[in-house]
């Protein structure tokens, strides 16, 4: 493990935390990368069950968790978000691994949170040298519900599904995500706006290594998928009103 590379963390610890689902092509490289900048890893596989969680179970160097079937993205991450609060972690960097996110770019979503709740990474804050061209119908929708949780929520966020984030522990106590799906970062943006959280956002690149890749049944068709978020949208906006919480207008601070 190259030491040089990991943030000091003689006064906090911070978890970096992956949910799998079916990436045996990918999930050995990406770990061998993970493990070079962070000194705590978490891997919550999500019921694979094309061969990853052989390839995890022959890790000595990362904690693994095992969901016995497939729940869904949103509840990988509550496995992870549950896990870094019982065990004391002052944050946790949450990515994917399809080789989308570079696990380099960890120490500086880590440093960013010392002035933030949640940092989120963007993919169109800038312009980075080999980008990949986004799938058109992601692009869209990305866009669309993008501008419609800034009209909503008083932010100014750029990228509302990127994956690659870091979290406070301490922020995501109060949280309450119920979301087990892919639509749950809507849910948490919500309850993060509902709790007057300060969150920036920081450039990443584009980076599509499978543009095939499925959310799961109808979800694959993008207006059934639109129609979805707009549902957990609206859910998650009643449960804040019915609790009685507010979102107090603000913008989302952009770091680049």
Known sequence: MAESNIPDRKSSRWL??????????????????????????????????????????????????????????GAALMTAFAYAIAEGYEGLVTLDCDGQHQPKRIPEFIAAASDADIVSGSRYLKVYEGD??????????????????????GFNLTDAF?????????????????????????????EAAAADLRVIEIPVPLI????????????????????????????????????????PGRDVALSI
């Open 16 to 73: 970096a935390a992956l949910p799998v689902y079916n990436e045996v092509q990918y999930v050995a490289g990406v770990l061998d990368e993970v493990v070079r900048y962070a000194s705590d890893v978490l891997v919550v596989n999500d019921g694979s069950s094309d061969g990853t969680a052989a390839v995890l179970d022959s890790r000595s160097d990362v904690h693994v968790i095992h969901h016995p079937e497939n729940r869904g993205y």
């Open 132 to 153: 990949d061209a986004p799938p058109e119908e992601r692009l869209f929708i990305n866009r669309r519900i993008t501008r419609e949780l800034n009209q909503r929520l």
């Open 162 to 190: 990127c994956g690659f984030k870091a979290y406070r522990t301490s922020a995501l106590s109060q949280l309450e995500i119920t979301d087990e799906g892919y639509a749950m970062p809507l849910q948490l943006w919500v």
């Open 208 to 247: 599509y290594l499978d543009l095939e890749r499925s959310f799961g049944g109808s979800l694959d068709h993008a207006e059934t998928r639109l129609r979805y978020y707009h549902q957990v949208l609206d859910s998650a906006f009643a449960v804040a009103a019915a609790d009685g919480r507010v979102f």
